[in-house]
C-alpha cells in the first residue's frame, strides 16, 4: 500500500524548490569586507619653518650729532685814551725802556695719554656652535673609553631607552636614533647656556677696559691743563715783578730830574705818557690771555665731543652686531624643532597606518573565517536534510515490501552508512595527524592570524580546535615569513593548549606543532 507523503516533507519540498529556483546565501554567509579608513593623527598637521629667515628688528643706533662747540671769544681789548699835552718847559726824562712782554704758554706737545676705543672679539667658547664641539668631544671620548656618558646626557639616554624599550625597540636603530636625538636635545640647552655665560663674560670685560682707558686719559688731560695753567701763571708772576723794578727805578730818576724842569706839565705828560705805554702793554697781554683760553677751551670742547660721537658709534655697531646673532640663533633654533617635531609626526603616522593596515586586515580575515564557517554549517545542514529525504524515499519504496525485507534491508542501510562514516572518519583524521605531524620537525611556526589572508576551515582535530588553508598577505611578506600555508590559528589554540603557543620578540604568535599530539 502506497505511504502518504506527510506535511512536514512536502513542506520540506516546498521550500527546497524555492531555494533551487531563486539559491540565496544563508544569512551571515555573506562576506562583508571592511575598507580601510584614515583613521585619527594619520594625517600630518606639522606646520614648515618660515621660508624667509627672520631678521635683526633691533634698529642699529645711530651716532648722535656732534655737539657744536661755541668759540669763547677773546674780550674787548683795552682801550687806551690818549693825554694831549700842553706846551711847557721841555725836561728830558730818562726813558723806561720797553715794557717786558709775557708769551702765553701753550701746549704743544702730544695728550700725555689719549683715549682709544677698545674692541672686543667673539671667541668660540661664546658660541652654542664651539660649546657643542666640546659637548661632542666629552660623548665620544666617553664612548671610545667605555665610560658611561656626561651626567647631563644621561638622563636623556634613559628617557630614549625606556620609551623605545615600551613599543619593543630597544634593539633596533630606531632606539639609537631617538638616544642620539635625546642627547643632542640636552646638549643644545646647555650649550646655549655655556656660550650665553661666556658672551656676557666677554661684554662685561670689554666694558670694565674702556671705561678704565676713558677714566684714565680724563685724569690725563686733566692733569696737562693743570700743569699749563701753572707755567702761564708763573709767567705772568715774573713779568709783574719785572715790571715793577723799572717802574720803581725810572720814578726815581725822573724824580731827581724833576726838580730841574721849568714847567710841571712836563712832569705830567712824561707820567701821562708812561702810564698810556704800560696801559698799552697789559691790555695786549690780556688780549693775547683771554685769546688763548679762549682757544683751549675750544679745543677741549671738540676733544669731549670727538670722544663721544666714537664711543656712540662704537656702541651702535656693537649692538646690531649683538642682535644679528642673537635673531640666527633664533632661526636656527626654530628651523631645528621644526624638523625634529616633522621626522616624530612622519613615524608617528606611518606607525598609526601600519597599525590600521594590520587591523583592517584582521577585521576582514575575521569576517571571511565567520562567512566560511556560516556556510559550512548551512552545508551541513542541507546534506542532512538531503540524507533524511534519501532515507524517507527508501522507506517508503521498500514500505509494500514485508517486515523481514524492510527491517533486514533497514539494518544493512544502517550497517553501511555507520560504517562508511567510520572509514571516512579514520581516512580524515589519518591526513590531518599526517599533514600536522609534517610541521613538528619545525618545532615553532609563524601562525599569527595576522598574517594570513584567505583562510579557509578543511577539517576539525582530535582536540576540538580546526585545521585551515591560508595564504600570506603583505604584512607577513614585509617580515619575511614564508613556511607551509596549511595548520592551525594561534589565536584559536589559545584556547585548548595555550603551552604550544608562544609570543616573537617582535610581537607576533607562533605555535610548536609538535606539542599539538599530548
Given at each position: 500500500m502506497a505511504r502518504t507523503v506527510s506535511a512536514q516533507s512536502q513542506a520540506i519540498q516546498q521550500q527546497v524548490g524555492g531555494l533551487v529556483q531563486n539559491p540565496q546565501l544563508p544569512q551571515g554567509a555573506?562576506?562583508?569586507?571592511?575598507?580601510?579608513?584614515?583613521?585619527?593623527?594619520?594625517?600630518?598637521?606639522?606646520?614648515?619653518?618660515?621660508?624667509?629667515?627672520?631678521?635683526?628688528?633691533?634698529?642699529?643706533?645711530?651716532?648722535?650729532?656732534a655737539p657744536t662747540a661755541t668759540a669763547q671769544g677773546a674780550g674787548t681789548s683795552a682801550t687806551?685814551?690818549?693825554?694831549?699835552?700842553?706846551?711847557?718847559?721841555?725836561?728830558?726824562?730818562?726813558?723806561?725802556?720797553?715794557?717786558?712782554?709775557?708769551?702765553?704758554?701753550?701746549?704743544?706737545?702730544?695728550l700725555t695719554q689719549e683715549a682709544v676705543g677698545q674692541a672686543g672679539t667673539i671667541t668660540d667658547p661664546a658660541t652654542v656652535r664651539g660649546q657643542l664641539k666640546d659637548i661632542t668631544t666629552d660623548i665620544e671620548n666617553a664612548l671610545a673609553a667605555g665610560s658611561p656618558l656626561p651626567s647631563f646626557a644621561r638622563g636623556a639616554q634613559k628617557m630614549a631607552m625606556a620609551a623605545m624599550a615600551q613599543r619593543g625597540l630597544s634593539a633596533s636603530t630606531i632606539a639609537a636614533d631617538a638616544v642620539a636625538e635625546g642627547v643632542l636635545r640636552a646638549s643644545t640647552q646647555i650649550a646655549a647656556a655655556d656660550a650665553q655665560t661666556y658672551k656676557d663674560m666677554i661684554?662685561?670685560?670689554?666694558?670694565?677696559r674702556q671705561q678704565a682707558m676713558m677714566t684714565n686719559a680724563q685724569n690725563y688731560f686733566q692733569l696737562d691743563v693743570q700743569n699749563l695753567?701753572?707755567?702761564?701763571?708763573?709767567?705772568?708772576?715774573?713779568?709783574?715783578?719785572?715790571?715793577?723794578?723799572?717802574?720803581?727805578?725810572?720814578?726815581?730818576t725822573n724824580a731827581a730830574r724833576q726838580f730841574n724842569a721849568t714847567n710841571q706839565q712836563q712832569t705830567d705828560q712824561f707820567f701821562s705818557q708812561?702810564?698810556?705805554?704800560?696801559?698799552?702793554?697789559?691790555?695786549?697781554?690780556?688780549?693775547?690771555?683771554?685769546?688763548?683760553?679762549?682757544?683751549?677751551?675750544?679745543?677741549?670742547?671738540?676733544?669731549?665731543?670727538?670722544?663721544?660721537v666714537a664711543v656712540e658709534e662704537a656702541n651702535a655697531a656693537r649692538r646690531?652686531?649683538?642682535?644679528?646673532?642673537?635673531?640666527?640663533?633664533?632661526?636656527?633654533?626654530?628651523?631645528?624643532?621644526?624638523?625634529?617635531?616633522?621626522?616624530?609626526?612622519?613615524?608617528?603616522?606611518?606607525?598609526?597606518?601600519?597599525?590600521?593596515?594590520?587591523?583592517?586586515a584582521e577585521i576582514n580575515a575575521a569576517n571571511q573565517i565567520n562567512a566560511q564557517n556560516q556556510l559550512d554549517l548551512s552545508n551541513y545542514a542541507m546534506n542532512a536534510l538531503w540524507q533524511q529525504w534519501r532515507d524517507e524515499a527508501s522507506w517508503a519504496q521498500t514500505e509494500g515490501e514485508n517486515a523481514k525485507n524492510r527491517a533486514h534491508n533497514l539494518a544493512i542501510a544502517a550497517m553501511e552508512r555507520a560504517t562508511?562514516?567510520?572509514?571516512?572518519?579514520?581516512?580524515?583524521?589519518?591526513?590531518?595527524?599526517?599533514?600536522?605531524?609534517?610541521?613538528?620537525?619545525?618545532?615553532?611556526?609563524?601562525?599569527?592570524?595576522?598574517?594570513?589572508?584567505?583562510?579557509?576551515?578543511?577539517?576539525?582535530?582530535?582536540?576540538?580546535?580546526?585545521?585551515?588553508?591560508?595564504?600570506?598577505?603583505?604584512?607577513?611578506?614585509?617580515?619575511?615569513?614564508?613556511?607551509?600555508?596549511?595548520?592551525?590559528?594561534?589565536?584559536?589554540?589559545?584556547?585548548?593548549?595555550?603551552?604550544?603557543?608562544?609570543?616573537?620578540?617582535?610581537?607576533?604568535?607562533?605555535?610548536?606543532?609538535?606539542?599539538?599530539?599530548?
Open positions: 555573506a562576506v562583508n569586507p571592511q575598507m580601510q579608513q584614515i583613521g585619527q593623527n594619520e594625517l600630518m598637521t606639522t606646520p614648515g619653518a618660515a621660508p624667509i629667515a627672520p631678521q635683526a628688528s633691533t634698529t642699529a643706533s645711530q651716532a648722535p650729532t687806551q685814551q690818549a693825554i694831549t699835552p700842553t706846551t711847557a718847559t721841555s725836561m728830558t726824562a730818562a726813558a723806561a725802556g720797553l715794557a717786558p712782554q709775557m708769551t702765553a704758554a701753550e701746549h704743544t706737545t702730544p661684554f662685561q670685560n670689554l666694558n670694565n695753567s701753572n707755567r702761564q701763571q708763573a709767567a705772568l708772576t715774573n713779568t709783574q715783578i719785572k715790571q715793577s723794578f723799572m717802574l720803581s727805578d725810572q720814578a726815581a708812561l702810564n698810556a705805554s704800560i696801559q698799552e702793554s697789559n691790555s695786549k697781554r690780556s688780549d693775547a690771555m683771554n685769546q688763548f683760553n679762549s682757544a683751549e677751551v675750544n679745543k677741549l670742547e671738540a676733544l669731549n665731543t670727538n670722544n663721544a646690531a652686531q649683538i642682535e644679528q646673532f642673537n635673531a640666527g640663533i633664533q632661526d636656527q633654533r626654530d628651523r631645528f624643532n621644526v624638523e625634529n617635531q616633522m621626522i616624530v609626526d612622519q613615524s608617528n603616522v606611518e606607525w598609526r597606518r601600519a597599525i590600521n593596515t594590520a587591523n583592517t562508511t562514516f567510520d572509514i571516512m572518519d579514520e581516512q580524515k583524521k589519518a591526513k590531518l595527524l599526517e599533514l600536522l605531524g609534517s610541521f613538528a620537525v619545525g618545532m615553532w611556526a609563524t601562525s599569527d592570524i595576522r598574517f594570513k589572508t584567505n583562510i579557509i576551515y578543511i577539517g576539525q582535530h582530535t582536540k576540538g580546535f580546526g585545521i585551515y588553508m591560508w595564504q600570506w598577505n603583505s604584512l607577513a611578506n614585509l617580515l619575511g615569513i614564508t613556511g607551509p600555508t596549511i595548520g592551525v590559528l594561534a589565536q584559536e589554540l589559545l584556547s585548548y593548549i595555550p603551552k604550544a603557543v608562544a609570543r616573537h620578540p617582535q610581537g607576533y604568535l607562533q605555535v610548536n606543532y609538535s606539542l599539538l599530539g599530548e
